[in-house]
């Protein structure tokens, strides 16, 4: 069994992985920058060690990372999700220098992170795949002859993109020749690849994911599906578990086919299979060959804890549970606030956070690594803190997902917090019937007000609780 673990990451993630060690017993090394010498995963893990004065290199440095691991005498390393967490080099070098990499095999994060190399593994597992090309293109030409055997819109990607960069929708061959400089730049920036292909554009598709978990014996399950329609700019805000859009039978089909697509490519430990679902046809688009930012509701809705999954199927045991033990009760919603204004094009709102009470009561679920009097610095990710909210039927779980909004409080750098609210008061988002253009068509929930949430409630909260307990 796995003893000590370094976790290569920073933020929330990295508390998430600490509390799962902390439960199990398992000794936690935490890292980071300069700028990260404040943030809660430092303090809250055993150890913790500073990788470099760069906001991103100590991050992104496999052989360091690692020889850190063995330095600290940590027999295992998870990853998390960003950073490396996709990068077949880590997983490599760990396992020559005999830590245990939790997450897939180098060889399969490989494959299934070349988007072109998965579709074909797909296609020849029988797995339905959205139109497009075979294999990346070789040029402009190629691409304007590829786009018209596939039939405008199509969709033009980065090979090995990620995090919804490195995609331009193109409805003509103008668009086409315009986008092409644009990917491949963003695709070398981002990901150190000039790779692109094309897939037909599925017009307003629901974005749909079936969660598997697989372990070393050949067992592999599926945890059911989230739905991750609610997305500004191909990237996640809202995500819901199980989808309110499925019925019983796609729901059944979906996660057979993430266990078919898992199977096809020798997968092992937690894994996400995404598809697109329009006019009840399935197609698979990607497989993230780690732990998602959004596993949170498949936990809330499932009781299985997928980090600890994780950490039991790299030691080498055998997943917990069978296909047929696993249930799913009521709807589990994530809101990813982030420090971002939706008014503004929901740009990046960094600095400090002056006050932050965190939300509370039955089904909510919070996890962060922000704090009253941190800075969130502008060299990572915009979001802060994800909300996480269950009960027992789906408007139960809007209500109380607009409840604990208002619960919380968050103060000093401008967040999404109350346009969620105008999401969960919208009667398109609650018939439980969208799609991912649901932003987009609805530009009219960014006019709000924020008025009724002012800091002074949350001084006054602070102030109280600081003079009950007599501080
Ligand atoms: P999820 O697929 O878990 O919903 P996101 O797409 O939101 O996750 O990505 C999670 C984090 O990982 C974000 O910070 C995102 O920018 C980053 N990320 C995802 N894929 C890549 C990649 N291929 N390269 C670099 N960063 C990535
Ligand atoms: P990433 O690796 O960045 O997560 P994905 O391939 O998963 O990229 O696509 C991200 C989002 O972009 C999807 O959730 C979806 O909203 C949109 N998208 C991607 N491919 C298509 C497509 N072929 N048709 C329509 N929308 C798409
Ligand atoms: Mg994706």
């Given amino acids: 069994m796995i003893k000590k673990i370094l976790i290569a990451n920073r933020g929330e993630i990295a508390v998430r992985i600490v509390r799962a060690c902390a439960e199990m017993g398992i000794r936690s090394v935490a890292i980071h920058s300069d700028a990260d010498r404040y943030a809660l995963h430092v303090k809250r893990a055993d150890e913790s060690y500073n990788v470099g004065s760069d906001p991103l290199a100590g991050y992104l440095n496999a052989r360091q990372l690692v020889n ?39 060889e399969v994060i490989s494959r299934m992170g070349d988007k072109t190399e998965a579709r074909r593994s797909m296609i020849a597992a029988g797995v339905p795949v959205t139109p497009g090309t075979e294999d990346n293109l070789k040029d402009l ?27 331009r929708r193109c409805n003509s061959k103008e668009e086409l020749e315009q986008a092409w400089p644009r990917v491949i730049s963003e695709a070398t920036k981002a990901f150190g690849s000039a790779d692109v292909f094309l897939e037909k554009c599925i017009v307003n ?3 749909i994911e079936a969660q598997i978990l697989a372990d070393s014996f050949g067992n592999t399950v599926h945890l059911f599906e989230r739905d991750c329609s609610i997305q500004r700019r191909n990237q996640k805000l809202i995500e819901i578990a199980p989808s309110p859009q499925l019925t019983p039978e796609q729901r059944a089909y979906i996660g057979d086919l993430a266990v078919r697509a898992a199977q096809a490519v020798g997968y092992e430990n937690a894994g996400t299979v995404e598809f697109l679902l329009a006019d009840n046809e399935v197609y698979f688009m990607e497989m993230n060959t780690r732990v998602q930012v959004e ?43 982030n420090a971002e204004d939706p008014k503004n094009d929901f740009l990046p709102s960094f600095g400090k956070i002056t006050r932050y009470y965190a939300p509370g009561g039955p089904g909510v679920r919070v996890d962060t690594a922000i704090y009253t009097g941190y800075t969130i ?37 401008k967040t999404t917090e109350v346009y969620y609210q105008q999401i969960l008061k ?41 003079a009950y307990a007599g501080l």
């Fill in 68 to 106: 850190l691991a063995v330095e600290t005498g940590c027999d295992a390393l998870h990853p998390g999700y960003g950073f490396l967490s996709e990068n077949a080099e880590l997983a490599r070098v760990c396992s020559e220098r005999g830590i245990r990499f939790i997450g897939p095999s180098a």
């Fill in 141 to 167: 030409q190629d691409a304007l002859s590829e786009a018209e055997r596939v039939g405008y819109p199509v969709m033009l990607k980065a090979t090995s993109g990620g995090g919804g960069r490195g995609i």
């Fill in 295 to 337: 596993h949170t509701i498949t936990e809330q809705i499932t009781g299985i804890d997928i980090v600890r999954e994780q950490i039991r199927i790299a030691s080498g045991l055998p997943l917990s549970v069978k296909q047929e033990d696993i249930e799913h009760r009521g709807f589990a919603i994530q809101f990813r606030i």
């Fill in 426 to 466: 919208n009667p398109d988002f609650r018939s439980g019937v969208f799609d991912t253009s649901f932003v987009d068509t609805h530009p009219e929930l960014t006019n709000y007000s924020t008025k009724n949430k002012p800091e002074a409630l949350a001084l006054a909260i602070a102030g109280a609780i600081a």
């Fill in 377 to 413: 610095p502008p060299y990572y990710d915009s979001m802060c803190l994800k909300l996480i909210v269950w009960a027992n039927n789906w408007e139960d779980a809007m209500d109380r997902g607009y409840r604990a909004l208002d619960d919380m409080h968050l103060h000093g750098v």
């Fill in 205 to 207: 598709p629901k974005h």
